[in-house]
């Protein structure tokens, strides 16, 4: 280490004293000339560092989406301004009939309804009857209908508030009541024309036929049949297809 330091003095002619390194053997011209190169560097450094360094990227806040409040007074949530969505009451339909319906549970579906010509139409949902009557809304137990902008529903005839959906599962036709022991005789026109019969649709195809009562229903009790039941068979023959259905209205004409 010793021998180092003596090259080093030799060659530079720098010494080192009590008081430090001594740069007796150097002109003053080249020591001054070594710092002012030696602080350039530094600065030249500096620049470089200043300009190549990558500039730290600004975090941006993130800007939340400005909430709508408004729409709170624009949502009727208990229908208290008569909206589309009302649920209209019960009406009579002013001769309207509702026969079948096929609910997709959404309001969309299709129903069949017999107007107060006679005429029987099936229509989809935002399909128009007749000029100014349009299907607005299809249900399983019944559908909304408007006339001139304004809705009201429409139930099947033998349907009550809060009676279970044509549609939905049935129990089958319960045992005939037995007859009285004078035996009743059934007046086969007459139960025709007091038995209402309806397609029971399920999902996309027919399934039995749903009674309804007109008049007193006599007729029907005399056959052991009441409101609501569901034949889902005559004489062996599933009641299954609009065939099946033909066949059993040309056997009651």
Do not use: Y
């Not at 001594?22 to 300009?51: H, K, N, T």
């Amino acid at each position: 280490m010793s021998s180092l330091l003596a090259g080093l003095r030799k060659m530079s002619g720098v010494s080192w004293g009590r008081g430090g390194l001594s740069f007796r053997g150097l002109p003053l011209r080249r020591v001054v000339e070594a710092a002012l190169i030696l602080l350039l560097l530094v600065q030249a450094g500096r620049l470089v560092w200043l300009f190549a360094a990558p500039a730290p990227q600004a975090v941006q806040a993130r800007l939340l989406p400005e909430v709508d409040l408004s729409i709170l007074s624009r949502f009727d949530a208990f229908f208290r301004n008569g909206g589309d969505g009302v649920e209209a009451a019960p009406s009579d339909g002013g001769g309207l009939t509702l026969f079948g319906v096929r609910a997709d549970g959404a309001g969309g579906g299709s129903a069949i309804i017999g107007l107060s010509d006679g005429r029987q139409v099936s229509v989809g949902a935002g399909e128009e009857l007749e000029a100014g009557l349009t299907l607005t809304s299809v249900a399983p137990d019944h559908v909304m209908l408007s006339r001139g902008g304004a809705p009201f529903r429409l139930d099947f005839p033998d349907m009550a508030s809060g009676v279970a959906a044509a549609t939905t599962a049935q129990p089958a036709v319960t045992a005939p009541e037995p007859a009285s022991a004078e035996g009743v005789v059934v007046d086969p026109q007459r139960l025709i024309a007091q038995a209402g019969l309806r397609p029971r649709i399920q999902g996309l195809g027919v399934n039995g036929l749903t009674v309804s009562a007109s008049g007193d229903g006599s007729e029907l009790r005399n056959a052991g049949l009441r409101s609501g039941d569901v034949i889902l068979s005559v004489n062996g023959t599933a009641l299954n297809s609009p065939q099946a259905l033909a066949a059993l209205r040309g056997q009651l004409a």
